[in-house]
């Protein structure tokens, strides 16, 4: 069997692979060195921008001089006839030194303007002569020949050099040889070495400025980065102590209200919220071990009881193990309802996407609540005064808070009393007659776990007003209870729901 071959990668060109470690370098980097970078490389694009258009307006400015002068150059009177002619400009310049030497041409004259380089270049016959006092050829191009062409008043100025080698710029124009019947160009050339050289001195000079910048523009970067996110270094430690350490809670002072304040304040509202959430949980944790403990150990009593009996051979009377047995039901239903409304609220305030969510008939799940509330309390009177209501949310945890609230007010009602239950515009109270709730007592009653000292004996966890407050903000409403209204006895429960008197 032959086996399969993984084909080849693709070849990439090496600018993407440089492309590819430059940003493999550039993540590998911490948060400060890339601020860092990305200064230093803002202010050296910014430099480096500057700096050139600073050269190339020199540079402008000062070729534009150079022109300006050779335009306002004068032209010559006349083509000196009388010169020596040779075929290219260094053997005319080579023929009037030699003339020099031998004493058969004139010295240039002495003062006056000073002398520019000056060349003449002849159609008929095809030679190039030069003054007297010349001492350095331009060269010629072969372009030149067609400034022939040109009228007496117009020139041509372009960049050239002598035959030296050294650069100039040259002014070409044409006159006429009455004489000969024949053209002459004159050829003026002004050198540019001295601007040549005064702008590599610029560049030179601006090429250390930038440097000099770019790397002040590290340094001052460098500072920014630590300033900036000293913060952040600040929320580093921190969230390695809580991780280290398991200690949540920590926060970090907040300054201004810039991003990295918004970031320390976000860190320290989620931190408190952790904290707050530990203490809940610890809270709920040894809250519920104390109420598992005291039907945990009545039971196990009862157990040791009943098994101690049977291992001594004396049988309890069967009235006694009725009544234990009946004991040990009602304590395992306690746990059962206990340990359901630990459930209940070991949820989070905010709706898991597991749960589902819909639109409730609010009316519909009071009327259910309403009939289990009359088989717990035969002899109370209800009177009620139920609207339609559709609310969107949870249906059990808001059935439930419904079944809590009546069972509530139930089990406080004196034999025979009367509940008021009324749903109107999403509005729903229940209202017993029963001996009310002490105004101290009224800022606790939705803790978990808490247990008003008059009512300590009556069964119960504490947690049914917990999960009913739970439930009604899940939906996003409101519950609170307290004294009734018309000042008479009892307790009143409100809860507000949003909704609408018809499902949408």
């Not at 490389?41 to 050269?55: E, G, K, P, Q, R």
């Not at 032209?75 to 031998?102: G, I, M, S």
């Not at 009228?151 to 002598?162: D, T, V």
Request: glycine letters at 8%; aromatic letters at 4%; a positive charge.
């Amino acid at each position: 069997m032959s086996g399969t071959t993984t084909p080849p990668p693709p070849l990439l060109p090496p600018r993407v692979h440089r492309r590819q470690r430059l940003a493999r370098w550039y993540r590998a980097q911490s948060l400060r060195s890339r601020l860092t970078f990305l200064t230093a490389a803002a202010v050296a694009v910014a430099i480096a921008l500057s700096a050139l258009a600073c050269w190339f307006i020199v540079e402008k400015q000062l070729y534009g001089q150079v022109r300006h002068d050779l335009e306002n150059v004068p032209p010559p009177r006349a083509a000196p006839l009388n010169l020596p002619c040779a075929t290219t400009p260094d053997a005319a310049l080579k023929k009037v030194q030699d003339a020099k030497e031998a004493g058969t041409l004139p010295e240039p004259p002495v003062g006056g303007p000073a002398a520019r380089d000056t060349q003449f270049v002849w159609d008929d016959p095809a030679c190039v002569t030069l003054p007297a006092s010349a001492t350095k050829a331009i060269a010629i191009q072969p372009d030149d020949a067609r400034a022939f062409l040109l009228k007496p008043n117009q020139s041509i100025i372009r960049e050239g050099h002598f035959t030296n080698g050294e650069p100039a710029m040259v002014k070409i124009s044409v006159a006429a040889v009455p004489s000969t019947h024949s053209s002459v160009l004159i050829m003026v050339a002004s050198p540019t070495k001295a601007t040549k050289e005064s702008l590599n001195q610029l560049a030179l000079i601006l090429g250390g400025v930038a440097l000099g910048g770019v790397i002040l523009a590290g340094l001052a970067g460098r500072l920014v980065a630590r300033s900036a996110l000293k913060p952040v270094d600040q929320l580093t430690d921190v969230v390695e102590h809580i991780a280290r350490t398991e200690e949540v809670g920590g926060t970090i002072p907040v300054h201004g209200s810039d991003e990295i304040a918004r970031l320390a304040a976000s860190f320290n509202s989620m931190s408190t919220a952790l904290a707050n959430s530990r203490d809940r949980q610890t809270r709920l944790i040894a809250d519920a071990g104390h109420e598992l403990r005291t039907p945990l150990t009545s039971l196990r009593t009862n157990v040791d009881l009943l098994i101690r009996s049977d291992d001594t051979g004396r049988p309890l009377p069967a009235a006694t193990r009725t009544k234990l047995l009946g004991n040990m039901k009602a304590q395992m239903q306690e746990l059962t309802v206990l340990i359901g409304d630990l459930l209940q609220l070991s949820r989070p305030d905010t709706p898991k996407p597991g749960r589902i969510l819909a639109v409730v008939a609010v009316h519909e799940l009071a009327d259910r609540a309403l009939a289990r509330a009359k088989l717990r309390g035969p002899g109370l009177v209800f009177e009620t005064e139920i609207e339609p209501w559709f609310v969107h949310g949870d249906a059990a945890a808001l059935e439930r808070a419904v079944i809590n609230l009546l069972d509530n007010a139930v089990k406080y009602s004196p034999p025979g009393g009367t509940i008021d239950i009324r749903l109107r515009q999403g509005v729903l109270t229940v209202r017993d007659h029963g001996p009310g709730i002490p105004p101290d007592e009224l800022p606790y009653v939705f803790d978990r776990f808490w247990r008003s000292p008059s009512s300590r004996q009556l069964p119960g966890s504490g947690l049914g007003l917990s999960i009913v407050a739970q439930s009604v903000r899940e939906a996003g409403g409101e519950v609170s209870l307290g004294p009734a209204h018309d000042g008479g006895p009892g307790a009143l429960a409100t809860v507000r729901l949003p909704g609408g008197p018809a499902a949408g």
